[in-house]
């Protein structure tokens, strides 16, 4: 094969099967994959849940993770935050000409990685070839199936007097691609916090915990799930800021640039909305994950300010944390 | 880059010290007489005021009125204008600092410019326009420079650097604003709003980052000429506690100085450098123009004449309008930034003007009044 990816490859033709055959396949094949059909055929599920994503991000690699990954842990974390564990993916890939084959098949190579963590399939795909400047290197659109396996876990289960929960510290994904796409030159090791989400969930579900609610804090971070929850119930949560896990290095990032750690974007990182009652163990099963150490009791749901998250300070004085609006922007001075 | 910023913080967030200042506060205001309206003149201040709800713990007779510093805030129309008209030049590069891309002008703004196709690009440092000028040799790239004393140094050697190299497509349009001269003119100025204006300026918080530049020294005249004290503080919500304390204490003992409470890294006269760098690429401007408080004498920094072939401004003078573009009727941003209003009394407030879709620059710049209020919301006051 060619070192760079040609218009041709994307034809449809010889070089359009070569390319699916010898990179794709290679790796990601599996019985129903390899049958070569227009559709997969699958084994019914009994409660499936469903849902899609499109990657785009620069730098295609980044510290702790690369677009290949984030594609997989993107759509089966959608999954399991509805406590659905993933199964079955789809993968359409729209490469720009010219992009090098040797990065096409590291991003693959990652896939495959991260979809064995989550026990699932790559069952159909797609490939596109488009000129050169009509995308920014590669996009990736991933669909999902998966099985339901929690009970009743979704926005509307949230209710007064719940706990709030994060996995682990906020905020690295979002200051991860800020450090490497500016350049900074930083002397910490910062990464992404980029991670498959099913086995905590399944490991939660595994030890009885009924969670309310789940939700990874993807774009918009923390401040966006916790908006969303308050004003889909009409219900306030209450946040202590000083039991919100942060890194230094985030929070080292934030000072420079002026932003709000709980603005940034995570990729491995969820929210819980749980009884009280199952906090301690719920924090016991996280903390044995990566990074789950971190993981914390920040809040918990009341009424007060119907709609809005409201902070504590550590001084004493309250405020809210707004939704995070329009595109992050450094300060000026 | 040295990321281990943790000290930078830390110590100037610490619940125990702000408690502590905050109890001082209320007692050394027992022996004020009356009410002390303080304005922080910049939009960091009112931020980080806004942000760690300081506000709550003052007593009632410590009263904060918004200040018109924040350079985005303060950039009229016309200006804005002059920036979309040259991004959407052909074969132009505009580059501007943040905030800058989201103001918009009469016609749109930068952001909108760029959604249009038009090569806007933002940058954390000046420096960076220069290494775009590089790599785009057959492009003019033009530099919307903004910012008060605390980045004109940046913008000073980022020209001086241009020279130096022999980079030829690097144009500068000059926007840098000046602090002392706007708060000369909230004090003097007396036209019928301002007597009708309640809340009269008793002393003034100084911008730390300014005065590291230009010294603290700039501010000399508001006790010595006003009766106006001013403590130049840091930004941190221990650093204003302390110049809110640092002010009390002067009033309650009958003093009206000149004090630094960002000791840290501010000094009297400044950074002789760096000024002299801007002394020579830069003179007064006659007059500026600032939103909502109109044309104000010597507030603002143009290129030498000797530069004059490296001015945006006047290397495209033909396209550039001249005319003053009114601000939208409804809103007051004017008198927010005099300090006359508060965001809440807008009557778009939070309705048809939200940081989403702002209709004014307050609401725009993370740091203006207005965004301030929207975002935090003010729960116990
Ligand atoms: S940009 Fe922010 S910090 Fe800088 S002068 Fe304006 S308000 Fe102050
Ligand atoms: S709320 Fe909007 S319209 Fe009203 S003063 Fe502020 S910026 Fe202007």
Redesign the pocket.
């Known amino acids: 094969m060619k070192k760079c990816i040609t218009l041709a490859q994307g034809n449809g033709g010889a070089e359009n099967h070569a390319l699916i055959k010898e990179l794709f396949w290679r790796h990601l094949g599996n019985d129903i994959l390899d049958r070569g059909e227009d559709a997969a055929v699958l084994k019914a599920l009994e409660r499936p849940a469903f849902t899609t994503d499109s990657f785009t991000v620069s730098p295609l690699f980044f510290p702790g993770g690369d677009i290949g990954k984030l594609s997989v842990c993107g759509t089966c974390n959608d999954l399991a935050m509805m406590g659905a564990q993933p199964r079955y993916l789809s993968l359409s890939v729209v490469i720009e000409e010219g992009f090098e084959v040797r990065s096409l098949e590291k991003i693959v190579r990652s896939l495959k990685k991260e979809l064995a963590l989550n026990d699932a399939l790559v069952v159909s795909g797609d490939t596109k070839v488009v000129p050169r400047g009509s995308v920014d290197g590669l996009f990736i659109t991933t669909s999902g199936i998966g099985e339901l396996q929690g009970e009743g876990i979704g926005i509307k289960a949230i209710r007064p007097g719940d706990a709030i929960i994060v996995s682990r510290d906020i905020g690295r994904h979002g200051a991860a691609i800020f450090a490497a796409r500016e350049g900074m030159e930083l002397e910490s090791a910062l990464e992404s916090d980029c991670a498959s989400l099913w086995p905590q969930v399944a490991a939660l579900l595994e030890a009885g915990i009924q969670p309310h609610a789940l939700r990874d804090a993807t774009r918009g971070g923390l401040a966006a799930v916790l908006n969303e929850w308050a004003e889909a119930n009409a219900l306030c949560i209450e946040i202590d800021e000083e039991e919100i896990p942060i890194s230094d290095e985030v929070r080292g990032i934030c000072e420079l640039l002026g932003f709000e750690p709980a603005f940034l974007a995570n990729e491995g990182t969820f929210v819980l909305a749980l009884d009280p009652a199952d906090v301690p163990l719920a924090l016991e099963i996280l903390e044995a994950f990566p990074g789950g150490e971190a993981a914390m009791r920040i809040g918990e749901v009341k009424g007060e300010y119907p709609g809005k998250v409201v902070l504590n300070s550590p001084w004493g004085t309250r405020r809210f944390l707004d939704w995070p609006t329009g595109e992050l922007l450094p300060r000026i001075c | 880059m040295n990321l281990t910023l943790k000290n930078l913080y830390d110590d100037f967030r610490d619940p125990k010290t702000i408690r502590a200042l905050a109890e001082l506060i209320h007692q050394e205001s027992e022996g004020l007489e009356r009410p002390v309206n303080i304005m922080e003149v910049c939009g960091g201040h009112t931020h980080t005021i806004m942000k760690y709800g300081l506000k709550q713990l003052l007593p009632e007779k410590i009263r904060f009125i918004h200040g018109p510093g924040c350079p985005v805030c303060i950039m009229p129309k016309e200006r804005i204008d002059h920036a979309y008209i040259l991004a959407r030049q052909p074969d132009v590069i505009l580059v501007t600092l943040g905030d800058m891309i989201k103001v918009p002008g009469s016609r749109g703004s930068l952001q909108q410019a760029r959604s249009e196709g038009a090569d806007v690009r933002f940058v954390y440092s000046p420096l960076d326009a220069l290494k775009i000028a590089r790599e785009n040799p057959g492009k003019s790239v033009i530099f919307f420079a903004i910012g008060f004393e605390t980045t004109t140094p940046m913008t000073a050697a980022l020209i001086r650097r241009a020279e130096d190299l022999g980079v030829k497509n690097l144009l500068y349009h000059i926007n840098h604003v000046t602090v002392p001269e706007v708060m000369r003119e909230l004090i003097d100025s007396r036209d019928e709003h301002i007597d009708s204006y309640n809340n009269r300026i008793d002393a003034f918080i100084g911008p730390s980052h300014v005065s590291v530049i230009a010294g603290a020294k700039i501010y000399r005249e508001f006790p010595e000429r006003y009766g106006r004290p001013v403590v130049v503080s840091g930004f941190e919500p221990v650093d204003v506690m302390e110049g809110v304390l640092m002010l009390v204490r002067q009033f309650t003992q009958g003093r009206r100085e000149l004090e630094i409470q960002y000791k840290r890294s501010v000094t009297m006269e400044g950074n002789l450098a760096a000024q002299r760098q801007i002394d020579e690429v830069f003179e007064k401007r006659g007059l500026f123009k600032w939103r909502g408080l109109g044309n104000i004498p010597h507030s603002a920094l143009k290129l030498l004449e000797a530069y004059a072939h490296l001015d945006a401004e006047k290397v495209y003078a033909e396209i550039l309008p001249v005319e003053e573009i009114e ?2 009727k ?4 004017g ?2 930034l005099r300090g006359m ?1 508060e ?1 809440t009394e ?5 309705t ?2 939200t940081p989403s879709k ?7 710049s993370s740091e ?4 301030a209020y ?1 975002k935090y919301g003010d729960l116990l006051k």
Not at chain 2, 368 to 371: D, H, I
């Open positions: 601000d939208h409804l809103c007051i941003c008198d927010i209003a965001p807008c009557q778009v407030f939070g048809a003007c702002p209709l004014g620059s307050c609401m725009v203006g009044a207005c965004a929207y």
